[in-house]
């Protein structure tokens, strides 16, 4: 199994651009979950699906951060306008069934200038 | 709602020596506990989870987590580091009922040394 994937790995992007981050899931996974990591606040869960449906997405910090999951096997985390505050790393996780083990890909290191 | 308190962020520790890890949880209701691991530039990986049963739990690499119910806690303890142990440690707890959320503590380094 080649476990989660995450592109790109790092990005580096100026103060209004649109980033947008990709994940592949483990697949047969039911559960997708959106982290965000900084030295300041930690891991910090942000969204997850549940069969494709988004269905918390209270750790969203505001209406720039959107999320996406068109199929069981992709989804995306688009900030739109970035903002240096939005430098961290951003992780993608997987899980069969509701309070299972999450399996977390590599992560996307992103640096809004 | 369920959240963990690691009770040290820095852990500096000589080679072949024991090491332990201290993590308390609070939830009014029952949870699973995790025990991750984070290598310099990588992902998470998990080390152990406790879910039910007995409350030793072996993970990889040589670590164990006790469950103590009336403590509130789930340390992690390694008999004899390596080097290669350099890593951040993450505890997690969730619900498995109500609130499938992974709630994380905020991390101990452990740093190994020659």
């Known amino acids: 199994d080649a476990g989660v994937i995450q592109s790109p790995r790092h990005e580096v992007t100026e103060m209004g651009q649109e980033v947008t981050l990709r994940c592949k899931p483990i697949?047969?996974?039911?559960?997708l979950f959106w982290y965000r990591q900084t030295m300041m606040r930690g891991l910090e869960l942000l969204i997850y699906?549940?069969?494709?449906?988004?269905?918390?997405d209270s750790g969203m910090p505001e209406d720039r951060f959107s999320a996406k999951m068109p199929n069981a096997s992709f989804s995306t985390l688009k900030i739109q306008p970035s903002e240096p505050r939005d430098s961290a790393v951003y992780f993608c996780?997987?899980?069969?069934?509701?309070?299972?083990?999450?399996?977390f890909g590599p992560g996307t290191r992103l640096t809004v200038l | 709602a369920q959240s963990v308190t690691q009770l040290d962020s820095q852990v500096p520790v000589f080679e072949e020596a024991p090491v332990e890890l201290r993590c308390n949880y609070s939830?009014?209701?029952?949870?699973?506990l995790f025990w991750y691991v984070q290598y310099p530039n990588q992902g998470l990986q998990l080390l152990l989870k406790?879910?039910?049963?007995?409350?030793l739990v072996k993970g990889i690499n040589g670590f164990e987590a006790e469950f103590n119910k009336s403590q509130t806690s789930f340390h992690l303890r390694k008999p004899s580091v390596h080097i290669s142990d350099t890593a951040e440690y993450f505890c997690?707890?969730?619900?498995?009922?109500?609130?499938?959320?992974?709630?994380f503590g905020a991390g101990t380094t452990v740093t190994v040394r020659a």
């Open positions: 996780a997987s899980s069969l069934g509701r309070g299972r083990t999450q399996y």
């Open positions: 697949s047969g996974h039911d559960y």
């Open positions: 699906f549940n069969n494709n449906v988004p269905i918390d």
């Open positions: 939830s009014s209701v029952s949870v699973y």
């Open positions: 406790y879910l039910s049963g007995s409350t």
């Open positions: 997690a707890v969730t619900n498995p009922i109500n609130d499938y959320k992974l709630s």
